[in-house]
């Protein structure tokens, strides 16, 4: 392919798409240069930024997995430090989850939620270009502490009092990045909020809008609930560091466990932060590649409604060890289980869309289906931990990271590498390598079972977490996960090459891109011009958009 | 110790698992792969891999719940992945499957709404039942109150009035640290898992377990009788087991507790009554000697001698063997201002900590003979040589409240206050 006939088909389609909707505005493009970048306003550079940045934390993150493992690949300790390796585990899950999994959904949500709805851009186009760029300079301020004299964060991602308090000075720099971060989120929260409620084009009903704009909604809502409960935790913690307040000093007539109580009543809705808009994007994707509508979209909207109400009230079945009244104990266990029903509603319903389809299976769709049989064992392993004496025994040992490793890893995880090879062509106009795509998936589910799998074995027999050595017995295991972990971390390398290879050229996309697929973003050209719907599209039945 | 009667969890090695490098540990995996997955042979029977069934009643029903809940979940899993897979195979469009059109049908999403509802509660009432069981401390027959301190625990039975401190083998503890040269197979299956003093249980016993913590939050954890409990700063926590079993029974401390979380194990050795009565009895008797050992006078390598092995359970994690700690994290005994300048301020740093740090105070963790011991250790090793003694007695007197002057001036006399110098100071106060 030539740059020029690139450019033709580009052109073409730019003047199509102005022919279609009328427009006498004359169309802009981005402003040149690398300002580009730090000045839009734009939703489609602003998600590309986020989708970006996440890919880069997710290798980030991903090295210090490796160490973890790579520690743990025998016993005894060889290579890093104990203080250290709780750095890493603790680092480890930050990253992960403020740096790739939010970041992820949110670009993904300021790419296709304007386009699925059939608006110009996000409701708070500055704002949204502030919520972005304060993240990186939050994960600067975060990473920075490891190279400090006191060292990063080792306590956990959990940040209990009180031994978070024993951290150093760089403390301070850790809760202001936590800060930053949530200010970040609420920021795009509310663009979000804003954006669905205000930018529907006429016609388009809350019920007709696609999965993936009614999971955002829902988890933007959770976001804006919770982050500033975290932000006060934190803030607590750190006046407690310095100030000499006592919230979670028991000498001082403070509670360390009223701190996990305020930590997990952000901590549980967080966990469905990270996956509502996960269910979003597999009830995008099975349905066009089943050719099929979605099965039961209502009670899809009503299960992830259902979800997220629950999520606030089953926070402390992460605390059945800390001594909790048998009332609580029975309360949170009976509010935890009642979850996996409206979750139990989401995978049936995703099994029932698939029934007698017409599938084919590009790698989205294999994405999109090892996400469900994946998500759907971490969902099964935490009905088992939902079960409080059994969780007094699984507690903190390593069939809890099995588990949530399960959901977050070919969960969430899947759920974006689903979503970023299901709209990559709409991105930029050319199709991906489907071979290579499918290598990819194939490689990564081998490997992450590798990985994972063996876990829940460990954690049974008895090894705990955030240990960088173990007894002699978990030996061989371990070793198999940390295989597993060096094979799948290396294999995303592909997942870069695909992507870039992608974005430089490929066979050309059709504004269809796929054969089954529905909604508004398939109706205007592939890569989508730099400005859409400026004039709102006509609504049809709710076939046409979702 | 390590010939256990009975250790279910961490019953026998499952081959000889070594500590190898990368080359020959790749070798190993080689060798798992080729024969062992096939036959099943090389890698832990199952038993190991699952929840142990234990030796309390508790811990044969949670065991129960668990694997009920575990086939009811394989049950699910069968289903759902089964159809799954069988839509996969029929329903392809390279098989020329059409794609209907149906998107909805209230009967089949009621259905499959109620029928988890009624599993839900077929699964929720044994664990209710087994849950309130677990809370049930009434009746209970003997306490005994344990501490987590960073790290190692400490044990008190309360109605025996005796109480020691349980840390992980000494020897173990060495093999463990960066660049020991040890080789690890010689612990066997008992790795990171034997302490210097272990928890000694009667059987048959209703024993209540009061949990607390000294400086952050631990967790006392033993999978064979399924109990864990967070200790907790300033809080007191309660389980309890009644151990059907003789033998010995291990666990670790559960939750993150800073650097050496992964280094205070738990060793239970559960005896007949008769046995543990000796027992008792025995180190009751111990305790009476390590008290006359602190009004005693000890000799300067006395202490640098029982001071070693202090700083090799209690400081080392952070300060490391040869007192150098780790730049930027833990500072340096070694030609530190502390450990050279004024030796009741080193005491007090040590006996009190340092607020704001991972430096705990040892006032609790420690006796008074190895508080006087590890200062007077310090002070004389990594080529700090003051020469200074610390008397146990002048920590007891300062423990106590009295006597500051005592301890100023036994200090301060070098090289080490002869036993008459000491006696006519105590004898002064008292």
Known sequence: MSSSHDDVVHHSADEAHDAHEHHDHHEHGPAPGLMRWVTTTNHKDIGTLYLWFSLVMFFIGGAMALVIRAELFQPGIQIVDPMFFNSMTTMHALVMIFGVVMPAFVGLANWMIPMMIGAPDMALPRLNNWSFWIMPFAFAILLSTLFMDSGGPAGGWTLYPPLVLQMGDSFAYVIFAIHFLGISSVMGSINIVATIFNMRAPGMTFMKMPMFVWTWLITAYLLIATIPVLAGAVTMLLTDRFFGTSFFSAAGGGDPVMFQHIFWFFGHPEVYILILPAFGIISSIIPTFARKPLFGYDSMVYATASIAFLSFIVWAHHMFTTGMPLAGELFFMFSTMMISVPTGVKVFNWVATMWKGSMSFETPMLFAIGFVIMFTIGGLSGLMLAMTPADIQYHDTYFVVAHFHYVLVPGAIYSIMAATYYWLPKWTGNMYDEKLGKMHFWISTIFVNVLFFPMHFVGLAGMNRRIPDYSLQFADWNLVASIGAFGFGFSQLMFVWIVVKCVKGGEKATGEVWEGARGLEWTVPSPAPYHTFETAPDIGPASVTR | ?430
């Open chain 2, 1 to 430: 110790m390590r010939s256990s009667p009975k250790s279910s969890a961490w019953r026998a090695p499952l081959r000889a698992p070594l500590p190898a490098p990368l080359p020959a540990a790749l070798l190993r995996l080689a060798v798992l792969l080729a024969g062992g997955l096939l036959s099943g042979g090389a890698f832990a029977g199952w038993d190991e891999l699952n929840m142990p069934t234990g030796v309390t009643s508790v811990s044969e029903e949670v065991h129960g719940l668990h694997m009920l809940i575990f086939y009811i979940c394989c049950a699910i899993g069968a289903v759902v992945f089964g159809i799954m897979i069988v839509s996969m195979f029929l329903h392809r469009k390279s098989r020329g499957a059409e794609a209907s059109d149906f998107h909805e049908s209230t009967t089949v999403e009621i259905v499959w709404t109620v029928v988890p509802l009624v599993i839900l509660i077929a699964m929720a009432i044994p664990a209710a039942r087994v849950l309130i069981k677990m809370e049930d401390f009434s009746d209970s027959e003997m306490s005994v109150k344990v501490t987590g301190y960073q790290w190692r625990w400490q044990y008190e039975y309360l109605d025996e009035g005796i109480s020691f401190y349980s840390a992980l083998d000494a020897e173990q503890n060495a093999a463990r640290q960066q660049g020991a040269d040890i080789d690890l197979d010689q612990f066997g299956d008992t790795y990171l898992r034997d302490v210097d003093n272990e928890l000694v249980l009667p059987v048959g016993k209703k024993i209540r377990f009061l949990h607390t913590a000294a400086d952050v939050i631990h967790s006392w954890w033993v999978p064979d009788f399924a109990i864990k409990k967070d200790s907790i700063p300033g809080f007191i926590n309660e389980n309890w087991a009644k151990i059907e079993e003789p033998g010995i029974y291990r666990g670790k401390c559960a939750e993150l507790c800073g650097r050496d979380h992964g280094f205070m194990p738990i060793v239970v050795r559960a005896v007949p009554q008769e046995e543990f009565d000796a027992w008792v009895a025995e180190k009751q008797e111990e305790m009476k000697t390590a008290e006359a050992a602190t009004t005693r006078h000890w000799s300067t390598e006395e202490l640098v001698a029982m001071g070693e092995t202090v700083h090799g359970q209690s400081c080392v994690g952070c300060h490391q063997a040869q007192g150098q700690g780790i730049p930027g994290m833990f500072p340096a005994i070694a030609g530190s201002e502390v450990a050279t300048g004024d030796v009741s301020a080193h005491l007090a740093t040590v006996m009190n900590g340092v607020e704001g740090t991972s430096m705990t105070a040892f006032r609790d963790a420690l006796s008074d003979t190895e508080l006087a011991a590890v200062v007077t250790y310090q002070r004389n090793a990594f080529g700090n040589e003051t020469g200074d003694a610390v008397q146990p007695l002048a920590v007891k007197e300062l423990r106590d409240g009295k006597g500051g002057e005592v301890i100023r001036q036994s200090l301060l006399s070098r090289p080490g206050p002869t036993t008459a110098e000491l006696d006519i100071d105590v004898s002064g106060v008292n």
